[in-house]
């Protein structure tokens, strides 16, 4: 039995999932799994789309070089997806928004996105893919959708994070005894 949960903090690149995380380990004690260093760290590739410029990560090979620290619990798991990772090892999912297209916009072309990939993820944020896949492959009760627009966004989202953490935990501790 867990005695910290494990909470994915996911969305779309630029939602802000790494500075939610970063925030989030300092006030809680979990660490920050950051899922792209990881696949970088531990190799976990299986090619390169040269049309999007980036790797393509081999799944169950990053499954496999993350299970035993995840099934220990305490990780905020930051990727832009999240319906790879197994129930079990999940206790809530954070499914971060940029309901304002100009911000993404403008958060994306920072980055030096080209065009068809900015596009791509301004669309993927605009139907609510990462949210449809966070509510196809959790229970609804686990998944949380919360906005990431301002810096005090960001600042009450983790209080809300912080609370649901420390609840759990509270829960937790009254099971065991």
């Known amino acids: 039995m867990r005695k910290s949960p494990n909470v994915i903090i996911t969305g779309t690149p630029g939602v802000g999932k790494t500075v939610h995380c970063e925030q989030l ?18 190799e976990c590739y299986d090619g390169y789309d040269e049309e999007r410029k980036s ?27 999240c319906d790879l990772f197994p129930k ?13 297209t100009s911000i993404f916009h403008d958060r994306l072309s920072a980055r030096g996105y080209k065009d068809d990939k900015l596009q ?8 609510g ?3 449809e896949e966070a509510r196809e492959a959790y229970d609804e009760e686990i998944v949380v959708e919360l906005t990431s627009e301002k810096d005090d966004d960001v600042e009450s989202n983790c209080e809300r994070i ?12 009254e099971n065991a005894d």
Do not use: M
């Open 25 to 42: 380990a300092q006030e809680t004690g979990l660490r920050h799994l950051s899922i792209n260093q990881v696949a970088k760290d531990r």
């Open 55 to 81: 790797w393509i990560v081999d799944e169950d090979k990053l499954l496999d070089a993350i299970e035993d620290e995840v099934l220990q619990g305490g990780y905020l798991i930051d990727w832009h997806a």
């Open 88 to 100: 079990s090892w999940i206790d809530l999912v954070v499914v971060l928004r940029c309901p304002s």
């Open 120 to 127: 791509e993820n301004l669309d993927a944020e605009i139907f």
């Open 129 to 131: 893919l990462l949210l």
């Open 162 to 173: 912080v609370a649901w953490i420390n609840a759990w935990k509270a829960s937790q501790a």
